[in-house]
């Protein structure tokens, strides 16, 4: 690396750089030449995929000036991803309510007192007309998700139909059901499940102030039977729960270093639930929100980084930010599971506005494992209806 102002080598610079009268960057990568010198095992390794990342780098980074942080997060993006590109999945709950598990921002849980009615698991036609509906308002991934805190052995037999019913119509698929064992992400696998999604929820250090009833290990163990059975891995938390930004890193630093990136990132921003324990709860700063999506970005630069709950209490031009941050994917459709979503036809002139367009789905879907996923970037060819 040189300096473009004074043609010093990285090393050279790390001995001179504090006589310098100002900042000077890196001609390529645009990179400040004093944070190389300062901080080389994190400036100078900058794009690289790696899962070597200390919590000390994931703060620094947090600790960047705005304009730095987005500058290294968009630079980054470019590098693996079209930047107007953004992929979009639709949620359905297909089992909502009456879950014993107690974490405490979720409305479906037994232990608090919400407006959420306990339903049974959805029949399988109506899962696939919501799915039908999806793709022909432009999804390419459809999540389905049900408020267990592991499922039994038959009502994973009735969501493996409704998987290979919405494979068929040719969209991804996505389910989350809970805690798995390694044979039922197995068994998920052979149905043609494509991504499981279980979020880490926050760091280990604040997680028993938000969940008692499974632990972090619990979660750890189900990614790693999702991973061993060949599923793409979606794996992410929610910001605003009262955590410290110290538990933000440190989230950030725990998904980082999976064995594997997860191939998607979901970041969510609580959505406050009249009844649960969370509710009340003093919002996050905006811009502390996007920092942590461009931090999730710069540290996992392949992965697709999912701006999630929480989008309809964000202005527009947070949204922006949060794109130019990194972010490309987002749930569409007015209701997540149990809550809102910012309506279609809202999104589709945000997007207008943006220049952004659905991004096309994989071709690599059919050998989904992560790897083979992430071998080369999302092909730039929309087969959406929205424009
Ligand atoms: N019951 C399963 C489980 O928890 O593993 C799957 C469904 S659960 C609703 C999926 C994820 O949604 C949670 O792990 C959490 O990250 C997110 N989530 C749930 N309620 C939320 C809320 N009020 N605000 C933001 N994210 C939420
Ligand atoms: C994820 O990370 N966010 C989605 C999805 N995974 C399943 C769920 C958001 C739920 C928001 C609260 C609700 O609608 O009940
Ligand atoms: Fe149950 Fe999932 Fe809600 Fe926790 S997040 S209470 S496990 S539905």
Redo the contacts with the bound molecule.
Sequence with gaps: MKCRAHGYSTLAFAAEWGNLPFRCFHAETGIAMHDVASNPGLFARLGEVRTDWTVEQVRTLFALPFADLIYHAQHIHRQNFDPNRVQVSTLLSIKTGG?P?D?G????SIRYNTTVEREELMELERVLESARIAKANGATRFCM????RSPKPKQLAAIKHMIAGVREMGMETCV???MLTPDQAVELKDAGLDYY???L?TSKDFYGKVITTRTYQDRLDTLEAVRNAGINVCCG??LGMGESSQDRAQLLHTLATLPAHPESVPI????Q?PGTPLFGTEKLDALEFIRAIAVARILMPKSHVRLS??RSGMSDETQALCFLAGANSIFYGDKL?T?ENPDEHHDLGLFKRLGIQPEAQRDAVDTAHARSVHAEAAPIRSTMALS
């Design positions: 879950c598990e974490c921002y979720c409305s479906q998700g049900a408020a267990y989350t059901l809970g999604n279980h979020n929820d938390g929610i969510n921003q609580l959505m639930v709950a929480g599971l809550t």
